[in-house]
Each structure stands twice: as C-alpha cells, then as structure tokens.
C-alpha cells in the first residue's frame, strides 16, 4: 500500500465511521401545543420564524418577507430569517424546507412553488415540530396548519369594477378585459366574478364588449391592447387583472392620443406603474400590499406556535396593527380587500 | 507527494495497472480527501450536518444527479457530451404523469414506458451523431429545447399530482432500519453495473481510445458509431429513470420538472475528472464528485449561507473542476520531467 493509498483509505473510512455512526433514526419532538386554540395566550418569546419564498431576489418577496415580516417577528421578539433557492423551483425548495426542519425551526412560512412537490417536506417538518404556514401560493390544505390568502377571488372582481367605474365616471360607456391566457384558473375565475358584479344595478352604466388574452406576454398584451381601441372607438376602460397586461397597456395609452381618454386599471405592481399613475394614464389600480401581507404571515405563525390557535375555522387572533383575524374554512386567514394604489400612495412601495 | 504519483494519467491506462490503480487515480484520489474532509469539518461545525436526517436528504438530492452521470460519464469520456438529459427528465415526468392521468395504473407499465421513451429520446440523439454525423454539442442542445417544449406540449402548465400515496411514500422510503433511502441499492447496483462495463470489458476500455481519437479507433476495428449510439440510448434510458424517482418523490408531474439538471449532471462528471475532450476520466472520481457537490450545497445550506453565496461557490467549484485535473496532471508531468523515468514500470508500490 502506497502512502497516497494509506492516506486516502483513513480519509474514507473517518468519513464512513462518520456517516454510520449517525445512522440511527432520530426523532423530532412535537412542540405539543394541545388540541384547542387559547386564545387569550400571548406570543411565545424567540420564536425562530423563517421565511422561505419562492425565490429570494424577487422584489415582491423581498418587500413582503423583509419589510413586513422582519418588523412583525420583531415586534413579538422572535428570530426573524429569510432563505430560499434563487430560482424559483419546486424541487430547489424542497432541499430549503428539508434545511429548516434540521435546523429546528419553529414556524416556516413558505410561498409554494408547486402545491404537491413540496407536500412530502412539509409534512416531514411538521412531525419535526415546525409549524407550516403557506402565504401567497397555497399547498394542498393538508401540508401546512395555515394558508395566509392575500386576497379572495371576490374581492379582487369587486375591487377592479369598483376602480374602473370610478375612472370612466358617472356616465359609464363601453369597457373591455385584457386578461392573461385563456385558460388561466384564477383569470376566468375573476372574469367570470367580474361579469356578476357588472349585473348589479349601480354598475348598469358599464358594458363590458369584450375579453381579450395577451398570454402574459408583453408584447401581445401590447398589440391586443391597440387592437381593442382600433374595434371599439368608443371604448371607455380597459380592466387588465393581470400585472403583465396592465403595464403593457399602460404603456400603449400613454404613448397614444387615447391617454387620459380610455380609462385604465387592473392587478399591477407599483414599479412597473409608477410613471404612468404619475402621467394620468392610470388613475388607479389594485393589488395586496405585500408587507401587510407577510405582516399577517408572521403574526399567524406565531399564533400558531404559541397555541393561540391551531388552524381550525372560527379561532381568532390578533394580528398586531393589522387588528383581529378569524381562521376560515380550511385553515385559512384572509388579509382583506385588495390595496388601492393611486398617486397619493405610490411612492410609499417600492416593489 | 509520494514518488509512485507518476503513474500513468487515470484512465488512460490500458490493462497494464491492476484495478486499485486505476480506481485510485490521483485526482480521484484528491476528490476522495476532499469528501472526507468536507464531511468532517462540516459535521464538526455546522449542527445537524452529523444527523441520519441530514444524509438522507443528501441521498435523495443526489440520487436523480448520479443516476445520470453514471452513462454521461460514459458519453463524456468518448468525446461526446448529452445536454438534454434534464429536459428528457422533464418530458419523462410530463408522459408518465399524463398516462396517469388518462388511466394507466400499472405501475411497471408506467415504469416500463417511461425507460423506453427515454430510449427513444436517447436513440433520437444518437441517431443525429452518428447517423448524421453532428456534433453532440450542438444536437443535445437541439434536443434540450425540443423536448422540453414537447413536454409543455404533453401536459401545459398543468401538474399531475394524484399518485397512490403509497407509490410517492415507497419512492423515498429507507431501507427498513436504517435512514438510507431503499433507491441508493438502485444506483448502487447500477454504478456498479456500470463500473464493470466501463473497467471490465473491452468495451468499455475502448472508449477511452474513442474519446483520444475516433479515427484511429475505427481503423483499429473499434465500433465508434454503434457504441456511441447505444452510450446516448442508456443516457436516455438513465434520464427516464431519474425522471420516474423524481416524479414519485415529489409527487408531481410538472413541464418543468429538473430543469437545470444538466448542468448540475455535467459539473459532476467535469469535477469528476472526466475530461471534457474526451479519453479521460472514471466512476470513483464523479461518484465522489457527485456526493461533494450535494454534501457541500446542503452543508452551507444548514450553515445559513444565502443562496447568492452559494451559487458562487458552485460557480467557483466548477472552474476548479476544470482546472484542477489538469494542474493536478501538469504538475505529475513536471515531476516525471524532472526525474528522468527510471522509476518501475508496471510495479506499482
């Protein structure tokens, strides 16, 4: 036996007697918070509460994770941390998860990339003792003790009708939809939400003549936007519920004689919107507040992992300036209305 | 060093050097090291490194890497290279959950589909390399885009995800008694299969003069082409078996399911050793290779490094893995300069 030889086989034998030595199955305590909720209990101290996004670097994340749930988990005197993969991938996520549960932490509050794939890692956390709360993007409702939702289907639809007629006026007129793909779940759920709301009496000014898809592409967004004012002179308001659709039109109506003339609102973000809130393109638009939102997120955590409640419908908590919230069906908590972005609020978020 | 360090380059050796030799190239040898001491420094100051849990998250994350880069080892060291093995992942999975979905519940017909569409999708590559004569480069990169949009085609942006749960709990279950996840016997068994093909056969040594040169490998009788042809087909196959595990261990049937992987497969097999021109290279040091990449990601994982550092890490990790062979081969080539060859030919230690 050469010497390199001697040296290599001590090397992977010290690192074998390692890995067996560990080989016996370890077991993770349950943090045992009882079968009922408390809710007159108060907000264990150091709760380790980590945020796990869908990918980090992500403007949206780093305002939601960073200068809404930092502040809450300080504000219970929790430890506070953010990681996660930097694309966002099911699988990427997984070997987060599967982190955090080695690293004992208490609560996880994760966007799910893929509702499924990231069950089986959940689930291992949680019989670790972690306490899983989904924000943003749900995970099948038996992964996680919570499902913190920034918006319900029917607020969104109410709000956008709401905003569009506000900016057309008393007078109403003709109204069309730039939506996403055409088989997009959520968008024909707020399309179809949306239609129910115009049949009330208040909106009857409002004739909504057509829904058009820009495939959540900038540049078809762009085209089908054009196109809706070269078919319908007469067109009013263009409601776009999508933060692709809504910035490519934007940026058409600016740029046209129709500024100002066809009204605009929908789902945006405040960076993609800020110049054209700031030239009268946009009156005003809608969106959750993404801070209140992993605000929520944490305070729902930490009631979770103080016992306060334990994820079944009818329990409330308070959620620090954000007020009391009551645990919906299944185990979820809604933050509210959208957020109403105007040019009196814009330059408050930078996401 | 030790004086016996001149050996011949790994892999390059014919029959002359018994097997431990071969097996224990140098830079095999420095990966091996490397392991151990990650292992060790890692285990001794990052908590949970030690745990049983912590290696059987490393076991499943590297399994779907080295299932592949036991046949790209193979292809690598022939000179070629297969960049569309996470994109026939990604179709594997979107096939499989869509028979699903149609109503195929057998599960060793699903299985049995699955290797054979990878087959295909393999032989597919083959067919353009060595039928058509192109560079595998630029095929592979052909077929990484094309079989990726065929699996948007398949199944959209739609998951499949409605498996018995008994197939996604069996997919990652231990071995009874221990933490080691059962589908480590799977890649074991094949690793070794594998070996003995590449270290045991003519086979296999020929595809070390393929990847020196194909022509003179022709005009010695080697069939260049009808191997190379079957290495694609097993990539292939081996890509749809990794596709297989990773659907069933995270029960989801997505489009976009691995993407990324190559390269993930290819900065093992490079870090591995293999030379990425070919002639060069074996299993020990990209199995080593492999379970290094995994150990060391999860590690500063547990350590809290943000993902940003960590993907300079893997970053600076693949240059090393590109230069370090060959400065470990330049130096040999300096010290066997510097004496001349009077050392024992074909009497190792």
């Known amino acids: 036996m050469s010497r390199r030889t001697r040296v290599v086989t001590t090397a992977v034998l010290a690192a074998m007697a390692l890995v067996l030595g560990a080989c016996a199955e370890d077991t993770g305590a349950g943090s045992g918070s009882g079968d009922a909720g408390n809710p007159t209990g108060t907000i264990r101290e150091g709760l380790k509460i980590t945020f796990l996004p869908k990918q980090v670097n992500n403007p949206y994340f780093e305002t939601s994770d960073n200068k809404g749930g930092k502040p809450a988990v300080e504000e219970f005197k929790g430890q506070y941390a953010q990681t996660g993969p930097s694309e966002a991938s099911p699988s990427a996520q997984v070997s987060y998860i599967n982190t955090l549960s080695q690293q004992g932490t208490d609560v996880i509050i994760i966007a799910a990339n893929d509702q499924d794939a990231v069950c089986g890692s959940l689930t291992e956390a949680k019989a670790a003792g972690a306490k899983v709360i989904t924000y943003d993007s749900d995970t099948k409702p038996e992964c996680r003790d919570a499902f913190v939702n920034q918006a319900s289907p029917e607020g969104i639809a109410q709000t956008q009708i709401k905003l569009i007629s506000e900016a057309v006026g008393p007078e109403g007129g003709e109204i069309a939809i730039l939506s996403a793909t055409a088989n997009a779940t959520n968008q024909n759920a707020w399309i179809e939400l949306m239609k129910t709301e115009l049949a009330k009496p208040e909106y009857s000014k409002l004739r909504l003549v057509a829904t058009v898809y820009g495939d959540d592409q900038d540049e078809k967004s762009f085209q089908e936007a054009q196109g809706l004012l070269s078919k319908y002179p007469d067109l009013k308001g263009i409601v776009s519920p999508t933060t692709v659709g809504i910035a490519a039109a934007a940026r058409y109506l600016s740029g046209s004689s129709y500024q100002g003339k066809v009204q605009l609102t929908g789902l945006g973000t405040p960076n993609q919107l800020r110049q054209y809130v700031k030239d009268g393109t946009v009156k005003s638009f809608a969106l959750w507040n993404p801070a209140d939102l992993g605000y929520l997120a944490a305070y729902t955590g930490a009631a979770l992992a103080s016992g306060i409640i334990t994820g079944k419908e009818g329990e409330t908590f308070t959620a620090g300036k954000l007020g009391e919230y009551t645990v919906g069906a299944n185990g979820e908590v809604l933050l509210g209305d959208p957020f109403e972005f105007t040019a009196a609020n814009i330059d408050e978020f930078d996401f | ?349």
Not at chain 2, 186 to 197: D, E, N, P, Y
């Open chain 2, 1 to 349: 060093m030790a004086p016996d360090t001149q050996a011949v380059p790994a892999g390059t050796t014919g029959p002359r050097w018994p097997l431990p030799r071969r097996l224990l190239g140098s830079w095999d040898a420095v990966l091996l090291i490397a392991l151990a001491a990650v292992v060790i420094v890692a285990a001794a100051s990052v908590e949970g490194v030690g745990s049983p849990r912590f290696y059987r998250f490393v076991a499943l994350e590297a399994i779907p890497i080295a299932l592949i880069a036991l046949p790209m080892t193979l292809v690598v060291i022939t000179g070629e290279i297969d960049l569309s093995v996470a994109s026939t992942v990604g179709l594997t999975c979107s096939v499989l959950g869509q028979l699903w979905h149609l109503g195929v519940t057998s599960l060793p017909l699903l299985i049995g589909l699955s290797l054979l569409l990878g087959a295909v999708l393999g032989a597919v590559n083959g067919v353009f390399v060595t039928v058509f004569g192109l560079p595998s480069l630029a095929v592979t990169i052909g077929t990484l885009a094309l079989y990726r949009g065929l699996a948007y085609v398949v199944l959209g942006d739609r998951a499949v995800a409605d498996y018995p749960p008994a197939w996604t709990r069996n997919a990652v279950a231990p071995i009874p008694g221990t933490v080691v996840p059962w589908f480590v016997l799977v890649l074991a068994a094949l690793a070794v299969a594998f070996g003995v093909l590449l270290y045991a056969t003519p086979v296999g040594r020929s595809l070390y003069a393929m990847g020196n040169n194909a022509e003179a490998a022709t005009f010695s009788g080697i069939a260049v082409l009808r191997t190379k042809f079957w290495l694609f087909v097993a990539t292939g196959a081996m890509a749809a078996l990794a596709g297989v595990f990773w659907t069933f261990r995270f029960a989801s049937a997505r489009a976009d399911n691995a993407t990324g992987l190559e390269l993930a497969v290819v900065a093992a097999v490079l870090l591995g050793g293999v030379s990425i021109f070919g002639g060069r290279g074996g299993l020990v040091g990209v199995l080593a290779a492999v379970a290094l990449l995994v150990v060391l990601r999860n590690a500063l994982q547990l350590a809290s490094v943000p993902a940003n550092t960590l993907t300079i890490v893997t970053g600076t990790l693949l240059i090393l893995s590109v230069v370090g062979p060959n400065l470990v081969r330049a130096t040999r080539e300096r010290w066997r300069r510097r004496r001349p060859t009077t050392t024992v030919e074909g009497t190792p230690s």
